[in-house]
């Protein structure tokens, strides 16, 4: 289910990109890879690791797969929109509490938080939860900000970068 629903929000960002191009084909690979590289630092972290569900470990990784959902929208008239311009993970947010098979408010709280330097623990999606769900929240939060910056040095490093103006700290 998860699959055939990822590959349907996936065909409506080619669509409304006219095709996909390099950078956003990137970005794909890229969101797959901090889902592998969130679940190689859960799986590193025995204490973390034996506090979550098996569901709640698939809500980490899936947090990883859908935290640049915005990405694919940063393109206007022909021009890649600045972070200044754009938060992409408000946006990604904006996408996925309208879709009610994504519509979870711990990876809301954990897309909304993953390009910020510090948490904010202020945030609606945060505060509405329970006090088991605050922590799982927290765990899924803080893997997908360094799984993300991870895998951006990991890809920048080994396999350069599609496009040298892109902010590697986004």
């Known amino acids: 289910f ?11 960002v080619v669509n409304q990109n006219e095709g ?18 969130i679940m190689n630092i859960l ?3 025995k204490e973390i690791c034996d ?15 859908l935290h640049d959902l915005g990405r694919f929208y940063q393109h206007k008239d022909g021009r890649h929109l600045s972070n200044s311009e754009f938060d992409h993970g408000e946006y990604a947010v904006k996408l996925l509490k309208d879709n009610p098979n994504f519509n979870n408010p711990i990876i809301l709280f954990a897309i909304q938080e993953h390009n910020q330097i510090a948490i904010r623990y202020d945030n609606p999606y945060y505060k509405e939860l ?11 939060a803080k893997l997908l900000r360094d799984a993300d910056k991870l895998e951006n040095i990991k890809q920048f ?14």
């Open 2 to 12: 998860l699959i055939s629903q990822l590959e349907n929000l996936q065909n409506q």
């Open 20 to 37: 996909i191009t390099a950078w956003l084909a990137h970005k794909l690979k890229h969101s797959f890879g901090v889902s592998l590289e």
């Open 43 to 45: 799986y590193g972290e």
């Open 51 to 65: 506090s979550l569900t098996k569901d709640e470990k698939e809500l980490v990784e899936l947090s990883g797969i």
């Open 130 to 140: 329970s006090d088991h769900d605050k922590k799982v929240a927290d765990i899924t």
């Open 157 to 170: 490093i080994y396999e350069g970068h599609p496009k040298l103006t892109y902010e590697i700290t986004h």
